[in-house]
Antibody, heavy 119, light 107 residues
Framework: QVQLVQSGAEMKKPGASVRVSCKTS????????FHWVRQAPGQGLQWMGY????????NYPQKFQGRVTMTRDTSIATAYMELTSLTSDDTAVYYC????????????WGQGTLVTVSS | EIVMTQSPATLSVSPGERATLSCRAS??????LHWYQQKPGQAPRLLIY???TRATGIPARFSGSGSGTEFTLTITSLQSEDFAVYYC?????????FGQGTKVEIK
């Protein structure tokens, strides 16, 4: 069965960077686009961008351009999201999500990684 | 940016009753509208994609309708496990955006 397993919770100081991983299994890693979505405490969902695991190509919304980098390691079927210059506003649960093959929806999600930014 | 507006923010429903959730887009997203369910401490779960297609394993009491700018998620005969927050999501305009969510709570 399809599984997306994310790395554990992180605590960072303002100005630091964080890298979250998402290890996949149960399907062909390079066959599906990969997205990252975050959710601040008590808030809604915010899309952060995507990576094409086959080519490594990425696309980020303007809000995160310059601060986010998405990469992948096809040898271990794992995707990564790095966010730099952290502030308290980046405190959130970060989710990886697989894009469905027949459309633009997210059919499988990781369990989420809590990133807390505090001095 | 396409703004997705969900209503109501909170919906109080008794078990066994019907719930109707709305999602409005600030401009047309055609049929590129999807619905997710999220329970506390859990990741979102895909319910409906392409406005009206149920995802794998989703019970028939969940249905979606609409196109363009107006969409509806209907849950007939609410079960205890259906009390959660529901989000709509558009993947037509750039960037993708989500609604702010509708919380379905027990009346």
């Amino acid at each position: 069965q399809v599984q997306l397993v994310q790395s554990g919770a992180e605590m960072k100081k303002p100005g630091a960077s964080v890298r979250v991983s998402c290890k996949t299994s149960g399907y062909t890693f390079t066959g599906y686009y990969f997205h990252w979505v975050r959710q601040a405490p008590g808030q809604g969902l915010q899309w952060m961008g995507y990576i094409n695991p086959n080519s490594g190509g990425t696309n980020y919304p303007q809000k995160f351009q310059g601060r986010v980098t998405m990469t992948r390691d096809t040898s271990i079927a794992t995707a990564y999201m790095e966010l730099t210059s952290l502030t308290s506003d980046d405190t959130a649960v970060y989710y990886c999500a697989r894009e469905g093959l027949s459309g633009s929806y997210f059919d499988y999600w990781g369990q989420g990684t809590l990133v807390t930014v505090s001095s | 940016e396409i703004v997705m507006t969900q209503s109501p923010a909170t919906l109080s429903v008794s078990p066994g009753e019907r719930a109707t959730l709305s999602c409005r887009a600030s401009q047309s997203v055609r049929m590129n509208l999807h619905w997710y369910q999220q329970k506390p401490g859990q990741a979102p779960r895909l319910l409906i994609y392409g406005a009206s297609t149920r995802a794998t394993g989703i019970p028939a009491r969940f249905s979606g309708s609409g196109s363009g700018t107006e969409f509806t998620l209907t849950i007939t005969s609410l079960q205890s496990e259906d009390f959660a927050v529901y989000y709509c999501h558009q993947f037509y305009g750039w960037p993708q955006t989500f609604g702010q969510g509708t919380k379905v709570e027990i009346k």
